[in-house]
């Protein structure tokens, strides 16, 4: 599948000698119609417990789930595939310099990012939300954090929507990763964490956690989840072909369901699951 990206990526001079050892490491490549030997590579998250989740090398999660429907779908079994890790700021370049074929990391269908890349999907829509103290009671929205401090994470549109829309007041620390967010809140240094509800309720249930913390439970954004494409892709109709499959075959319920266990998560019916947007935006 990589060397479908070849092309694009050798011209973009600066990333040529990346692109070279990573097609060098690729095998043969040559997409699924070679079968076979040849593997796809998913970017997934590694850190966020029920929706992409590394424990020694055997990855979970809902979009792990999802990413391997899609692969087998596209002509990829289990052992084809490649997991590594995309964090939230490294995204966009993990996808344009080739490095990865696909990305299911909950990743936010956004304009600004379709700049860089594109998207098929989304297979899912959650929404930005607050993770606070299990005792807090003054923090209940995103009007109510003037004075606070707060923790998101680089290159990710939660961090973006508190710099956009609730600066004033609001004294926010980025991390690498939400683990690390939820870390500081725990030891006080930070009176609220926030990105998606699904990603919150994940963190907040893992053992290490819970009890501690908890959901606010007021989201204010829509965040559809997309399966981040290159550009120059031509796999988006059947990305989208797969999704549907996998949410006609009850499949998807199924993932979201296992995932969502004990978390306390209830995920929004009304936009779940998603209708596919048209490949062509
Ligand atoms: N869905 C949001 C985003 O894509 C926040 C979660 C994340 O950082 O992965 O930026």
Do not use: H
């Amino acid at each position: 599948m990589r060397t479908r990206t070849t092309g694009a990526i050798a011209l973009a001079a600066t990333a040529a000698l990346t692109l070279a050892a990573c097609s060098d490491d690729s095998g043969s490549g040559g997409g699924e119609t070679e079968g076979g030997d040849d593997s796809v590579t998913i970017g997934i998250k590694f850190d966020q417990p029920g929706l992409g989740f590394m424990e020694g090398d055997t990855p979970s999660g809902f979009d792990v789930e999802v990413a391997k429907y899609v692969a087998n779908e596209l002509g990829y079994s289990e052992d084809q595939i490649e997991w590594t890790e995309a964090p939230s700021a490294q995204r966009e370049t993990l996808l344009s310099t080739g490095q990865v074929d696909m990305i299911f990391a909950t990743y936010s269908i956004t304009d600004e990012r379709r700049e860089q890349v594109s998207f098929a999907g989304p297979y899912f829509v959650a929404g930005q939300d607050l993770l606070v103290a299990a005792d807090n009671t003054d923090i209940t929205g995103p009007d109510t954090l003037d004075g606070k401090n707060l923790c998101s994470v680089t290159g990710s549109t939660s961090a973006q929507r508190i710099k956009d829309e609730y600066s004033e007041g609001v004294n926010l620390l980025e991390q690498p990763g939400y683990a690390e967010c939820v870390t500081a809140l725990i030891a006080g240094q930070v009176d609220a964490v926030t990105t998606d509800d699904i990603i919150l309720a994940g963190l907040g249930a893992q053992p290490s956690n819970a009890g501690q913390v908890k959901v606010v439970g007021n989201t204010f954004s829509e965040e559809l989840y997309g399966v981040g494409i290159p550009q120059e892709s031509d796999q988006c109709e059947a990305i989208n072909e797969a999704i549907t499959k996998m949410v006609d075959d009850g499949s998807w319920q199924e993932a979201l369901d296992a995932a969502t266990e004990g978390t306390g998560y209830v995920p929004n019916d009304e936009l779940n699951p998603p209708e596919y947007e048209p490949c062509d935006m």
